[in-house]
């Protein structure tokens, strides 16, 4: 048994490495343009041997009726064949005894699989080819055999199909069936339709009757060029003034006739007209055939390129772009151990006598050992309430006195309660160790977030996509900026520069300026602007409007190419379903990092707020993602609206309970013990991780092996946004003199369409939404459009555009008096 299956192994083996080397014959250029021009010579070499014999064959049949191999080895035997003995034997083979003429199609198919196989000269589709060429070489031969003509024509194979097909179903059947098989072939093959061909048929009409007149034009064209043959080229190359006259008519007297003809033109010659007209409508018909049936060549043509040039690559400019190697981020040498048994038996026992002080009976302790915090989960005796111990929370927290505890009670989905401890000997987890996990390395998200470790040890990811935006707080020095890393660390292992661009804002200054050495690789940017990092409010402004511009354009290219969203989108460009030339590109995605909001709202309050509220609102279709980080999560910088657009969220240590409701609408945050110590929470769930940590000089030492690298030749450019006039302070809005310069002009796109909505007068007008809003808050004002009512656009409260005129003019002259 054993030899049977050493054997086995052998030839699975054996078979393997046969097959491994004739995959790298396949594969080598230099066997492929060999083999190309081999094919190329037998198809040159058969089709002068069939030439040839097509002149001689009677003569040298008398020599070939031994047969090909005697004739081969004979030296007695003369043939006429200009490629000799083995020309003759072949041919004789080919077209006597199998084909007849059509066995010319032999070469012509080794030629083009010789051209396409050397040259990768691609002709037309070889499969499809050789399925005609089958067909062919099966129905020349008969349809020739069954007209009649001289047997060589026929060759072998046609006598034979006719005899048998004449002994099935007689003369006239083979004939039909022979007809019949030829159109269904056609229609089979070539997609011919009856209305393709009329069509075709139609076409053909005009042309001849161009061709009749082509010819007599050719006739005379010929009669006059041959006595000067050389004059030809001089006409055409140069303008001369001096040009001979006998040479202008050709080209140009049709001009000067139809300018002068109305006068002298008689009834005969307007008929002639007339007809001439119609033959032009009929053209004109024709034209429009046409177009379908180009329409249909541009699909088809869509295809041979997919075929020919296969998926489109985003990856192509930067084809040599290599992402970071693991290498350059640290390995940590730690103990290994977050916590000992004595200290858990410290802590279970702990645990026990304090809920025993508040006479709550345990039935069940368990312990999930963490990178930093320990879990004990508990199951209370039968008839304990589980809202007795919620209502002890802080009770148990203090009696158990240590710093950090978070009291989950009960754990959602368990039933059990959960008191997580954190461990004297707290684990770093080390980016490295997040980026080499199975979990990364293998994972198909778009945008993979690897953040650190779950109480149980796990890899966390997420995909940024679903999130679709994040929001971070926490006090200062409890791991925010290294979590931002992790996060740009995770993308940059994963992600090629023509995937994902970044746009950072950093109003500290210090924290992202590292990435400045990847801006022309991952970074987007206004296009006046000449660093990428953004550090000015005034600059964060117009990113953010530039960004709602971004995000109008990618939705209209959305709607024309009739997809839901980004990857559908791109999974068509890639396809080549979507025309460059239509303005359809690929689409990278585009995330903004904000380090410090607090910061910008303080400064910008409004400016800031409402177009990242509608960037979170609109924008994850497109592939915009935001992350947004805060030191002080206060209700007047994460306010209603924000919150309510970042359902991800993630809380390092907070200073308050407070802080903590503001950001995950829960607390827990105030209990964290701080180094990336963290509670991540995605809807409902609220989970806490100890984020992975990422040095700065692991960030520098990537960014500078991705700087280093070939870049494209400047950063992604985001569209151009002209700042708002009146920036500074918001007009009155009642006051005319005030008004926004397209004040006018909006208020009839909102009269003409009966909507009054922003996003319209942005569509209409091409405005920025904060610009676009405050015209709303005008017409508001000039009793033009109703209140804001939510969702829904607001009422139209003018009906037509007589009226609104009537209403301007009267409000200017009650202003003016
Ligand atoms: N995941 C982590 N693992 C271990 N230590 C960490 C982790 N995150 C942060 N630390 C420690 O905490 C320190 C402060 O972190 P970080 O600079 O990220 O704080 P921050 O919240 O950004 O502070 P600030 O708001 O003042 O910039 C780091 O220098 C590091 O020593």
């Known amino acids: 048994m054993a030899k049977k299956k050493k054997t086995s192994t052998e030839t699975k083996k054996k078979t393997s490495n046969s097959l491994a080397a004739i995959r790298g014959f ?31 064959w009677q003569a040298d049949q008398s020599n070939l009726r031994g ?4 004739l081969l080895g004979r030296d007695d035997y003369k043939v006429k064949n200009i490629l000799g003995k083995l020309g003759a034997a072949i041919s004789h083979q080919f077209i006597y005894n199998w084909f007849g003429v059509a066995a010319y199609l032999t070469p012509w198919f080794l030629l083009l699989a010789g051209l396409r196989i050397s040259m990768h000269l691609k002709l037309t589709s070889l499969t499809k080819h050789l399925g005609i060429i089958v067909f062919l070489l099966i129905w020349i031969p008969a349809a020739i055999a069954y007209t009649g003509l001289p047997s060589v024509m026929a060759g072998g194979s046609g006598y034979y199909n006719l005899e048998w097909l004449s002994s099935l179903a007689g003369p006239f059947g083979t004939g039909a069936i022979l007809v019949f098989s030829m159109l269904i072939f056609l229609a089979v093959r070539f997609k011919w339709t009856p209305e393709r061909l009329n069509a075709f048929i139609a076409r053909l009409r005009p042309t001849r009757a161009e061709e009749t007149e082509g010819d007599s034009w050719k006739d005379s064209t010929k009669a006059e060029a041959v006595p000067t043959p050389e004059s030809e080229p ?13 040479n202008k008519p050709i080209e140009e007297t049709p001009e000067p006739e139809i300018e002068h003809e109305p006068l002298i033109i008689d009834q005969n010659e307007t008929k002639e007209e007339e007809e001439t007209q119609e033959e032009l409508h009929d053209t004109e018909d024709l034209e429009i055939e046409k177009a379908e049936v ?60 304090t809920l025993n002080n508040y006479k709550i009976e345990i039935s069940k302790i368990k312990a999930t050992i963490g990178p930093t915090v320990t879990l004990y989960e508990i199951v209370p005796a039968a008839g304990v309430r589980i809202s007795k111990i ?7 927290a203090l009696s158990l006195a240590a710093l950090g505890i978070r009291i989950i009670a009960p754990i959602p989905g368990k039933g059990t309660i959960g008191i997580e401890v954190p461990n004297t000997n707290p684990q770093v987890v080390a980016m490295r160790n997040m980026i080499k996990s199975e979990k990364f390395q293998s994972t198909d998200m778009e945008l993979p977030i690897a953040f650190g470790k779950t109480i149980s040890n796990e890899t966390l990811m997420a995909d940024l996509t679903k999130m679709p935006h994040l929001l971070m707080a926490g006090a200062t020095g409890q791991g925010k900026s290294v979590g931002l890393n992790v996060i740009l660390t995770s993308i940059l292992y994963k992600k090629h520069p023509s995937q994902v661009k970044f746009i950072l804002v950093d109003p500290k200054k210090v924290e992202l300026t590292l990435f400045n050495k990847i801006e022309r690789h991952y970074l987007a940017k206004l296009p006046d602007s000449e660093e990428a990092i953004i550090t000015d409010t005034t600059k964060v402004i ?33 396809q080549r379903k979507l025309n460059p030339e239509n303005g359809h590109k690929y689409l990278p995605y585009i995330v903004l990092v904000i380090d410090e909001f607090a910061d910008l709202i303080m400064t910008a309050g409004k400016e800031v707020e409402t177009p990242i509220a509608r960037l979170a609102q609109l924008a994850r279709a497109i592939g915009i993602h935001l992350i947004v980080a805060t030191q002080r999560p206060s209700v ?61 000089p692991e960030v ?45 002009d909006a208020a009839r796109v909102i009269v003409i369409h009966q909507q009054g909505s922003t996003s319209l007068l942005q569509r209409k007008l091409k405005l920025g939404y904060n610009r676009a809003g405050r015209i709303v808050d005008q017409l508001e004002a000039a009793g033009i459009i109703g209140p804001f009512e939510g969702s829904k656009a607001r009422q139209v409260l003018i009906p037509d555009e007589m009226s609104l005129e009537q209403l301007l003019k009267n409000e200017q002259e009650k202003y003016n008096s």
Do not use: W
């Open 294 to 353: 180009e329409e249909e060549v541009s699909e088809s043509e869509l295809n041979r390129k997919l075929k020919e040039f296969g998926e489109y690559d985003p990856k192509l400019d930067l084809s040599k772009f290599k992402l970071p190697p693991i290498d350059l981020l640290r390995e940590f040498k730690q103990s290994g151990v977050s916590i000992n048994q004595e200290e858990l038996e410290e802590n279970k026992n702990k645990i026990v006598e």
């Open 234 to 246: 001089e006409i055409i190359n140069e303008v001369s003034f001096d040009e001979p006259e006998e």
């Open 700 to 744: 520098e030492e990537i960014t500078d092996y991705i700087g280093n690298q070939k870049a494209y030749p400047e950063a992604y450019l985001l569209p151009e946004y002209v700042g708002e006039e009146g920036e500074g302070g918001i007009p009155d809005a009642g006051d005319p003199a005030d008004r926004d310069a397209l004040f006018v």
């Open 636 to 696: 007047n910088v994460i306010t209603g609206i924000i919150k309510a657009n970042f359902p991800a969220r993630i809380a390092f240590r907070v200073t308050s309970k407070i802080d903590s409701r503001t950001i995950l609408d829960a607390g827990g945050a105030e209990q964290l013990i701080g180094k990336g110590d963290m509670l991540y929470s995605s809807g409902s769930d609220l989970i806490r991780i100890q984020c992975a940590f990422v040095d700065t």
């Open 67 to 70: 047969g090909f191999f005697e």
């Open 390 to 396: 919620k209502n002890l929370e802080d009770d148990i």
């Open 26 to 56: 396949l594969k080598n250029k230099t066997n492929h343009t060999v083999f190309g021009i081999v094919l190329i010579f037998i198809a040159v070499f058969l089709f002068g041997a069939f030439t040839s014999y097509l002149f001689n």
């Open 542 to 574: 117009h990113t953010l409007n530039s960004l709602c511009i971004e995000m109008d354009n990618r939705y209209d290219l959305l709607k024309d190419a009739m997809v839901r969203n980004i990857k559908e989108y791109n999974h068509k460009f890639v």
